[in-house]
């Protein structure tokens, strides 16, 4: 149920392109950690600030970086992050 209540969310705050690029080309949503660290936290899976709408190939450029996800998400999401104990699995 993640996709569904991300989807609402994001149209309810009109968010229908990359919020990198503006392309609206293959959109998923890119998560601020690795899967495995929501593992404790499903929930947070659906959570607007631990993800963000991307294409394809902004997705995919930032899957390959771990430090530009990190600021791209600080500038968009802010330097919020989910409480957990998941420290860990970083």
């Not at 999401?77 to 699995?89: F, H, L, P, T």
Request: glycine share 2%.
């Amino acid at each position: 149920m993640p996709n569904k209540k991300l989807k609402k969310i994001y149209l309810d705050k009109e968010i229908t392109r990359c919020e990198l690029c503006g392309s609206t080309f293959i959109l998923s949503w890119h998560h601020r950690h690795k899967r495995r660290f929501y593992n404790l936290n499903k929930e947070a899976l659906a959570d607007f600030n631990q993800t963000i709408l991307l294409c394809a190939r902004c997705h995919d450029r930032l899957e390959k970086d771990k430090e530009e996800t990190r600021e791209t998400f600080k500038r968009l999401r802010g330097d919020e992050d989910i409480i957990a104990d998941n420290s860990s699995v970083r």
